[in-house]
């Protein structure tokens, strides 16, 4: 019931639009967001495609819980084949354009094709236009947004759009909806500029209805009241994401400089401490934290830059607040960078914002940059006379406004680190995963993430798994492979519902399968929740083993396998994939070559 | 004990629970578009602003109702709409100096904060206490005590909370 039961299909090639019924047999099978968007793309085209043609399939997908009192049930996901990953890609995304989505009647919009022209796309409930972005084309997210809410006299319009980034084709392009909440990985930002669409524009009145109100009421009161209650979320609540980086400098798995090093002497300035410390002017980064759609955690921060910093003294337009430092961001452009001027990192940070790029690709494709500076594979005279020193904050903010703007050295940033390492002669200096460069978490020292990150489907990820408690206890590859595939299959059952990752620490499947089962028709307990979640991760395995990938894509750099941690806990350890990747595909029902065998695919159904 | 709704912005993120919470409490459905209460946000988000109905003691929209539709709840204090007498007309909509009477036009009538009858959902569901229901003599009362602490020589240090 809570499901839409429509899709909204628009060919961009001619410019036409249906509306046809939701597969309900998919949606019971996989639920919605990431498992459903994921079939749809694994039966619309063939994982072959380039991912920059007009044949690739963009899915913007919102699930069962999105739009509902179910807390942090904002988010959608945007479901394509990636350029930077050649994988199946899955981004998904906050802010409150996902619930819009839903509330104008679409479980999923799928766009397919490539329009002659730059379009968007604007949606009121069933009244669905492309029009003509030629005005639009070249500028920026904020002003998109802005733009857009005036032209339609509708500031209740949610908009979803990409930046030159995403125009150009930056590989990490992203798609940035509400100024500053994006489906940052993967390059889904780069897909949609090749479609020609520069946003998507919705309003929705339709509004949501659940199949047992009272029953859905009483569990999200109870699911809201758990997630209340819990440390974690109030930690997330009170500083943040960034919070996890004093844990990873404590813990020697903060990676620093390119991965040479896994503790940063500059973390004090740029951690979740900082954002709320007076600077020597008395100015504080971090003005307030606000929320998603739907979302009683409110981990987003609103920061501001002194006025007084080289990077907006001449530049008024950027005095305003936006959006602040994540974990992310702030290791992608501090330590990684050897950058300790919170300052200079909150204003790259709106420049990923502003020209819709994913800060974590950007950061660790600069942190490449920068060492190959460093071994002089790249000299000042090819980096537009500018030092790509470690440490160097100018390096840092001029260079992501021209990678935003696609200037200079900018155009080469925007390759990506494993194309930008490659072209300079030095592969092995890539810090990722199937071309997706790695968040900040070093696996020396958390080897269960080291797993995660060379078996997540759509590249290097964090947000795929979760091994925290047991590679903090232990720091072997003993006893990872169980702990990553059990909660890859409950994160992919999650991702498939519409909640946000964030409230893994206070529901578990059943949580999430009581509130399933209230708003949805058929009976939803934990252990078809979790089966749905095993069906999900085996369908992207599918797709990418389809699209070419192969057991020697599932690995990690060289740096992380040989080279010991040079400090922290984890000191003189290394990888042990070798150890956790046949454990792991043994334990996922796959060959020694990590393909799924018949029998796996038929306990599925797939 | 008449109460009343009290917002204090400073305490909001705006999640939007409170139009979700009014939007199922008045049309059964999690549908913002139609909810009494709106968080308007300032500056990319620096500012959240939740807003509705204030149930003025003289309702400029009570006085404009040429068919009066419109009558004071005297347990609530609330002033509620009879959909069944109400045709549509608007004229609320003019006189009332806040916008917070809109017209509907899937029901063709007006909707305007009823504040549920006196258990307003949108306090309920309010995660942060940005928006409380409250003795309406006393809407001020914890603001006072805000300004009251910082008199109080005795505990320079005591916070307005404590």
Not at chain 1, 250 to 271: A, C, D, I
Not at chain 1, 300 to 319: D, L, S
Not at chain 1, 437 to 460: C, I, K, W
Not at chain 1, 530 to 536: F, Q, S, W
Request: charged share 25%.
């Amino acid at each position: 019931m809570s499901w839409q039961r429509k899709v909204l299909r628009v060919d961009l090639s001619d410019g036409s639009h249906k509306v046809e019924p939701l597969n309900m047999d998919w949606a019971n099978a996989y639920l919605g967001e990431r498992g459903l968007a994921s079939k749809y793309l694994m039966e619309m085209m063939d994982p072959k495609t380039d991912p920059m043609a007009p044949e690739n399939v963009l899915i913007f997908a919102t699930g069962p819980l999105t739009g509902t009192m179910a807390s942090t049930s904002g988010r959608y996901a945007v479901v394509t084949k990636g350029p930077l990953t050649n994988a199946i890609a899955c981004s998904n995304s906050g802010g409150k354009f996902g619930a819009e989505l839903k509330y104008a009647g679409y479980d999923l919009l799928i766009l397919e094709g490539r329009s002659p022209q730059p379009v968007y796309l604007h949606i009121v409930d069933d009244r669905v236009e492309i029009l003509p972005a030629d005005e639009l084309w070249g500028t920026t997210v904020w002003h998109t947004e802005e733009h857009l809410k005036a032209k339609h006299q509708n500031p209740l319009l949610k908009v979803a759009s990409i930046g030159k980034a995403g125009e150009s084709g930056v590989y990490y392009a992203c798609i940035v909806n509400d100024l500053h909440r994006a489906a940052g990985r993967s390059g889904v930002g780069a897909v949609m500029g090749s479609k020609n669409l520069k946003a998507i524009a919705v309003h929705g009145t339709v509004g949501v209805r659940v199949e047992d109100p009272k029953a859905f009421m009483a569990a999200a009161k109870h699911c809201n009241d758990l997630l209340a209650e819990s440390d974690g979320r109030k930690e997330l609540t009170e500083l943040g994401t960034n919070a996890m980086m004093d844990s990873m400098q404590e813990f020697g798995s903060l990676p620093t400089r390119n991965f040479r090093e896994v503790q940063f002497e500059g973390v004090e300035k740029v951690n979740a401490s900082a954002m709320s410390a007076p600077d020597a002017s008395g100015h504080v980064n971090l003005i307030t934290n606000k929320a998603c759609f739907g979302c009683t955690i409110a981990c987003g921060r609103i920061a501001h830059i002194n006025e007084k910093h080289f990077t907006i003294v001449n530049r008024p337009e950027y005095r305003h607040a936006s959006g602040g430092l994540e974990y992310e961001t702030a290791f992608a452009f501090g330590p990684a960078c050897g950058i300790d001027d919170i300052d200079a990192l909150t204003f790259a940070g709106y420049m990923m914002n502003e020209h819709g790029m994913d800060p974590i690709s950007f950061g660790v494709t600069l942190a490449a940059a920068m060492e190959l500076y460093d071994i002089g594979a790249l000299t000042k005279e090819q980096t537009d006379g500018i030092a790509l020193e470690f440490g160097n904050a100018e390096a840092l903010t001029v260079m992501a406004e021209k990678t935003g703007k696609g200037e200079g050295f900018g155009k080469e940033l925007g390759l990506g680190s494993k194309r930008l390492c490659e072209k300079y002669g030095h592969p092995e200096l890539f810090m990722g995963v199937k071309g997706q460069e790695f968040p900040g978490y070093d696996t020396r020292g958390l080897q269960g993430m080291g797993l995660g990150y060379a078996t997540s489907n759509r590249g290097a990820c964090h947000l795929k798994h979760d091994t925290f408690a047991e590679d903090m206890e232990d720091q072997s590859g003993t006893g990872k492979a169980k702990p990553c595939k059990d909660t890859q299959d409950s994160t992919a059952a999650l991702d498939s519902t519409g909640i946000c990752l964030f409230t893994a620490g206070s529901w578990g499947p059943e949580e999430l399968a009581m509130m399933v089962n209230a708003a949805c028709e058929g009976e939803w307990d934990k252990a078809r929740m979790l089966e749905t979640g095993e069906r999900v991760w085996n369908l992207e395995r599918q797709f990418n083993l389809a699209a070419g990938l192969t057991k020697a894509d599932d690995t990690l750099p060289k740096r992380l396998l040989e080279e010991p941690a040079p400090s922290g806990t984890a000191k003189g350890k290394v990888t042990e994939l070798d150890k956790m990747l046949p454990e792991y595909y043994a334990l996922r029902g796959w060959t020694e070559e990590g393909v799924p065998t018949n029998e796996t695919l038929a306990r599925l159904g797939l | 004990m008449l109460k009343s709704l009290l917002i204090d912005p400073e305490k909001c993120t705006s999640c939007l629970q409170c139009e979700m919470a009014c939007s199922f409490e008045h049309e059964g459905a999690f549908n913002p578009a139609k909810s009494r209460i709106k968080v308007f946000e300032f500056e990319h988000g620096r500012r959240a602003i939740p807003y509705t109905c204030t149930q003025c003691a003289e309702a400029w929209c009570l006085h404009a109702c040429p068919v009066e539709a419109l009558s004071r709840n005297t347990e609530t204090g609330a002033v509620e709409l009879d959909e069944a007498i109400c045709v549509g007309c608007k004229v609320c909509t003019i006189a009332c100096p806040f916008g917070t009477i809109n017209y509907n036009a899937d029901s063709g009538k007006v909707a305007k904060c009823d504040l549920c009858g006196g258990d307003p959902q949108c306090a309920e569901a309010c995660p942060t206490g940005a928006i409380t229901y409250v003795d309406a003599n006393w809407t001020g009362l914890e603001r006072m005590k805000q300004w009251a602490v910082k008199t109080d020589s005795q505990a320079p240090n005591q916070s307005p909370g404590a």
